[in-house]
């Protein structure tokens, strides 16, 4: 009887193929469960190194709290009234007790500053709320950091960093805040535009503006359904002026709409102001010139 050795070496073979098939499937399985665990490790790191102190500051109130790099709330969100009359070192007297607690609990890495009204490098243009003298080219951002130990800081406009937690990220995004006053941000696809001081764009034939026309001092005196039908109709204004593809109302009184909303508007949460600070650490989020202009310039991490 003969014996088919070819047989016997090709099945030897096969199971010795098998063996290492089966070994390096468990390779890489093993590889693979390595570099889950070492991204998970990586995001868990980046979140306690990402934490951000975020300061909304407003007309009637300062606003802070700790947030993660997805703008997710770390600590509580502390309140304390704006001070009135309020100078620039007031305010920042009253901020940097504000957020004590939260430095202390949570220390961040980076801070973000909403604040209302037209600001550009870190400085303050305009405060409409706050008055003229002293304001202009107030450096409020970089006093507020040195007294916080030197923190990395950046701050924009308040309905700007609002927006930010808004957005779908989607063609043309507009955002009016109704607060105080009336603030406004455009983004395209997500991208911060030039901010537009539209509050102060006349409204009516008297020249009357958004602020003095639907801000809480005008829903006061004028009462809560003649407010309403102003705001309905500062509504189709934005609509014909910018022809957004969405627009986003915030601020303390956007609860106080009782109108029926178009489609493509839509209410945002009064916490956007602070949750909106952790885009500002996203490049592509903030690419403009008054804002980082190591961005436009290709140089450095922003290539």
């Known amino acids: 009887m003969k014996h088919n050795h070819t047989y016997g070496v090709t099945v030897a073979t096969s199971k010795a193929n098998a063996a290492k098939a089966k070994n390096a499937a468990n390779a890489a399985k093993a590889t693979n469960a390595a570099k889950q665990a070492n991204v998970a ?5 980046a979140t306690s190194d990402e934490r951000i102190l975020a300061i909304d500051v407003g007309g009637t109130g300062l606003k802070a709290a700790i947030i993660d790099a997805d703008g997710k709330m770390q600590t509580e969100r502390l309140r304390v009234a704006t001070p009135h009359p309020c100078t620039p070192d007031q305010l920042v007297d009253a901020l940097a007790k504000l957020v004590e607690p939260l430095v202390a609990k949570a220390p961040p890495a980076l801070m973000s500053i909403g604040f209302p009204g037209v600001v550009r490098n ?10 003229v003298e002293g304001w202009h080219g107030f450096a409020l951002a970089d006093l507020l950091a040195q007294r916080l130990g030197g923190l990395p800081v950046r701050m924009i406009n308040d309905a700007e960093m609002q927006g930010f937690a808004a957005i779908e990220g989607k063609g043309l995004e507009f955002v009016l805040t109704l607060g105080t006053g009336a603030g406004t941000a455009l983004f395209r696809d997500g991208e911060l535009m030039p901010h537009l001081e539209l509050a102060h764009h006349p409204v009516s034939k008297k020249g009357v503006a958004y602020d003095e026309y639907i801000g809480d001092a005008a829903r006061e005196k004028a009462g809560n359904k003649r407010w309403n039908r102003r705001v ?16 986003w109302i915030g601020g303390g009184n956007a609860a106080r ?3 029926q909303l178009p489609a493509n508007v839509a209410t945002v949460s009064n916490d956007a102001g602070i949750e909106g600070g952790a885009r500002l ?3 592509r989020s903030v690419r403009e010139t008054r804002q980082l202009p190591e961005a436009n310039a290709r140089v450095g991490k922003f290539e």
Do not use: C, M
């Open 41 to 45: 490790k990586a995001a868990q790191a």
């Open 232 to 247: 309905e109709k500062v509504i189709r204004i934005l609509e014909s002026l910018v022809n957004y593809d969405k627009l």
């Open 122 to 131: 870190n400085r303050i243009l305009t405060a409409p709320h706050f008055g």
């Open 281 to 283: 650490w996203h490049p």
């Open 257 to 259: 709409l009782t109108f």
